[in-house]
């Protein structure tokens, strides 16, 4: 069973959440999972300025995906941070470039999820899960989210993401938040869950 988890990350706050995810996902018998990351949109001089370009040194080594890329994976995790409540435009122009993939049912019954960041405690991480699922169902995929059997989702005892709809972290507005246990432990659960469920669907 072969499972892609596919992102987006500017500053490395969705590429250690893809990195728990992948550690989740591994955890079950007969996963083969594999992390790859979405082109770059942003000019390079764009990325230096804001820091960027620095930060992502640390994810330089991850294949860059291509669409075609996801045609042989039985589920696909795909994470990505907010931009006003939608996913950000570097994953848009990825799916985007799946219309060859839609045409031939290629994605047909794989399982889908997603996971994303965003800079406020309430700054567009259920839009972005939620909308995100829109292209997912056009594309013919089975939508599997995070459950409240991960109870850490219901914490009062610290500020953190995560929603039935997916793992999330809070950045914090200049970014210096990097994932907390909390929210990298659901970010575990799902990809375990979604892995999971991938093997019941894709047992050969």
Request: proline share 4%; aromatic share 6%.
């Amino acid at each position: 069973m072969k499972i892609k988890v596919v992102f987006y990350s500017m500053y490395g706050h969705i590429y250690r959440m893809a990195e728990a995810v992948a550690e989740g996902a591994s955890e079950v018998e007969g996963a083969e999972v594999i992390l790859l990351q979405v082109p770059e949109l942003v000019p390079d001089e764009v990325l230096e300025k804001s820091g960027a370009r620095q930060a992502r040194q640390a994810f330089a080594h991850i294949p860059v995906a291509k669409p075609a890329d996801l045609a042989d994976a039985d589920a696909i995790i795909f994470g990505a941070p907010t931009r006003f409540g939608n996913m950000c435009a570097q994953m848009r122009n990825f799916l985007d470039q799946t219309g060859g993939l839609w045409a031939q049912n290629a994605l047909v019954g794989k399982v889908g999820s997603v996971f994303t960041s965003s800079a406020t405690q309430h700054g567009g991480q259920e839009t972005t899960i939620t909308s995100f699922h829109t292209t997912l169902l056009h594309l013919g995929m089975i939508i599997v989210g995070l459950p409240y059997a991960e109870a850490r989702q219901t914490t009062m005892d610290e500020i953190t993401g995560g929603s039935p709809y997916g793992a999330s972290t809070i950045t914090g507005g200049d970014g210096s938040r990097m994932p907390s246990d909390n929210e990298l432990a659901m970010a575990r659960y799902q990809g375990r869950h979604v892995a999971t469920i991938g093997r019941k669907l894709h047992p050969g």
